[in-house]
């Protein structure tokens, strides 16, 4: 299979589907650069090898057309920063004005497409738009994991037009060769982490690591749903009463596989949902009734270090608590440095989905651990053992 190591790129046009959907505020200034950040190596393999770059992506979710707030345009002057190329802009993706910058497009130059989502067709997996897109290069490569779970026009149906030109580019290899480490090459004691605000998002992932995994840590919003499920008084924690049979199913299919099930013993509980709240530590079966759980407590970090510190493999999604209010951050920063530790000790750990990533980021480990993912959605579908589109796309 053809490859971004063996590919001859000269001469050649490059299309890129990348992954430059990041925030910006309300002066357009990019305020996580993580996504064009990790580009940046797969763009410079093509211009080193004498290839030109043309970069598609998507930016939030335009409802009708072009939107100021929704341009592309606005990540120009960083991009050239750091690719070191004065990046060309097209104001649109498959107009006259990208046909003729991308038909005088010379090796070594880069040009940045539009938003691929002020059109319709991009989700919708439009093949007459993909065909439109395909006509501007000579070489289809997917480097978007964060979109590679989407079968829209840009990721999934373009490649038919390039049989024998396409390929992944570095973020797409890396991801799936880690997460594969994590799935198939697994050194055990293997330890997922699971937090988040509800179990309804995580039911797939739990059924699929459940015969993969030695010990099961549930955290975050999650935990209360099971608790309660249990027969706890959980206050006015958040619960979803609809998946208690759902909770218990899981408490005794990992009972059954002989995998160690850690939920919290106890929690910090507030009186209100805001960081000033007055908060104590409750046993987390008996909360007060007007008081809700926003963190796991002391003993439960205890515990779940000392089971993060003895694993070999990690995998790590979701937060603990409501991290972004710094009182009910402690169990997620503990966590976060208990998988850093693990990690110095030889332990192979994989981080991914959004709140876990910032989390990560925001106490500063991101080097401290073994690989940190850039597609949420796209790595909890691989792990739950579904098909990506934008992977299929590329090697059938």
Same mark, same amino acid.
């Given at each position: 299979?053809?490859?971004?190591?063996?590919?001859?790129?000269?001469?050649?046009?490059?299309?890129?589907?990348?992954?430059?959907?990041?925030?910006?505020?309300?002066?357009?200034?990019?305020?996580?650069?993580?996504?064009?950040?990790?580009?940046?190596?797969?763009?410079?393999?093509?211009?080193?090898?004498?290839?030109?770059?043309?970069?598609?992506?998507?930016?939030?979710?335009?409802?009708?057309?072009?939107?100021?707030?929704?341009?592309?345009?606005?990540?120009?002057?960083?991009?050239?920063?750091?690719?070191?190329?004065?990046?060309?802009?097209?104001?649109?993706?498959?107009?006259?004005?990208?046909?003729?910058?991308?038909?005088?497009?010379?090796?070594?130059?880069?040009?940045?497409?539009?938003?691929?989502?002020?059109?319709?067709?991009?989700?919708?997996?439009?093949?007459?738009?993909?065909?439109?897109?395909?006509?501007?290069?000579?070489?289809?490569?997917?480097?978007?994991?964060?979109?590679?779970?989407?079968?829209?026009?840009?990721?999934?149906?373009?490649?038919?037009?390039?049989?024998?030109?396409?390929?992944?580019?570095?973020?797409?290899?890396?991801?799936?060769?880690?997460?594969?480490?994590?799935?198939?090459?697994?050194?055990?004691?293997?330890?997922?982490?699971?937090?988040?605000?509800?179990?309804?998002?995580?039911?797939?992932?739990?059924?699929?690591?459940?015969?993969?995994?030695?010990?099961?840590?549930?955290?975050?919003?999650?935990?209360?749903?099971?608790?309660?499920?249990?027969?706890?008084?959980?206050?006015?924690?958040?619960?979803?009463?609809?998946?208690?049979?759902?909770?218990?199913?899981?408490?005794?299919?990992?009972?059954?596989?002989?995998?160690?099930?850690?939920?919290? %013993?106890? +929690?910090?509980?507030?009186?209100?949902? /805001?960081?000033?709240?007055? &908060?104590?530590?409750?046993? #987390? @079966?008996? !909360?007060?009734?007007?008081?809700?759980?926003?963190?796991?407590?002391?003993?439960?970090?205890?515990?779940?270090?000392?089971?993060?510190?003895?694993?070999?493999?990690?995998?790590?999604?979701?937060?603990?608590?409501?991290?972004?209010?710094?009182?009910?951050?402690?169990?997620?920063?503990?966590?976060?440095?208990?998988?850093?530790?693990?990690?110095?000790?030889?332990?192979?750990?994989?981080?991914?989905?959004?709140?876990?990533?910032?989390?990560?980021?925001?106490?500063?480990?991101?080097?401290?651990?073994?690989? %940190?993912? +850039?597609?949420?959605?796209?790595?909890? /579908?691989?792990?739950?053992? &579904?098909?990506?589109?934008? #992977? @299929?796309? !590329?090697?059938?």
């Amino acid at each position: 299979m053809k490859n971004i190591d063996n590919y001859n790129f000269n001469d050649k046009k490059v299309l890129v589907r990348v992954d430059f959907n990041v925030p910006l505020n309300e002066k357009f200034e990019i305020t996580d650069t993580t996504r064009i950040d990790a580009a940046i190596p797969t763009i410079k393999k093509i211009l080193s090898g004498g290839g030109s770059v043309i970069l598609m992506s998507h930016l939030g979710r335009p409802k009708q057309g072009p939107e100021e707030k929704f341009s592309l345009k606005h990540i120009v002057p960083y991009l050239s920063k750091q690719i070191g190329v004065s990046v060309k802009f097209a104001d649109d993706c498959i107009g006259d004005s990208a046909k003729k910058m991308a038909a005088g497009l010379q090796g070594g130059e880069v040009l940045l497409l539009e938003n691929l989502r002020f059109y319709k067709e991009e989700a919708k997996g439009d093949e007459a738009f993909a065909k439109k897109l395909a006509s501007l290069g000579d070489v289809y490569m997917n480097d978007a994991f964060g979109t590679a779970h989407r079968a829209h026009a840009s990721t999934a149906v373009i490649a038919k037009f390039f049989p024998e030109d396409k390929m992944f580019g570095y973020i797409m290899e890396n991801e799936l060769k880690n997460i594969d480490k994590v799935l198939h090459e697994t050194k055990r004691p293997f330890t997922a982490i699971l937090g988040g605000a509800k179990v309804s998002g995580k039911i797939e992932i739990v059924n699929n690591l459940m015969n993969k995994v030695d010990n099961l840590i549930i955290g975050g919003g999650m935990m209360f749903t099971f608790i309660h499920a249990m027969g706890g008084s959980v206050g006015k924690s958040l619960i979803e009463d609809e998946l208690f049979e759902v909770a218990l199913h899981i408490v005794e299919g990992a009972k059954q596989m002989g995998v160690n099930l850690y939920l919290p %013993v106890d +929690t910090i509980i507030a009186d209100k949902f /805001e960081n000033d709240a007055n &908060k104590k530590v409750s046993d #987390v @079966k008996t !909360i007060p009734e007007d008081w809700m759980g926003l963190d796991i407590g002391p003993e439960s970090i205890k515990k779940f270090t000392e089971v993060i510190e003895n694993s070999s493999t990690i995998l790590w999604n979701g937060p603990m608590g409501v991290f972004e209010m710094d009182n009910f951050a402690n169990g997620t920063k503990a966590i976060a440095e208990a998988v850093a530790r693990a990690t110095e000790k030889g332990a192979f750990s994989l981080i991914g989905g959004g709140d876990s990533v910032a989390a990560i980021n925001k106490y500063g480990l991101k080097d401290k651990v073994s690989y %940190v993912s +850039t597609g949420g959605g796209a790595m909890l /579908e691989y792990i739950e053992g &579904k098909e990506l589109p934008g #992977v @299929k796309a !590329i090697i059938g």
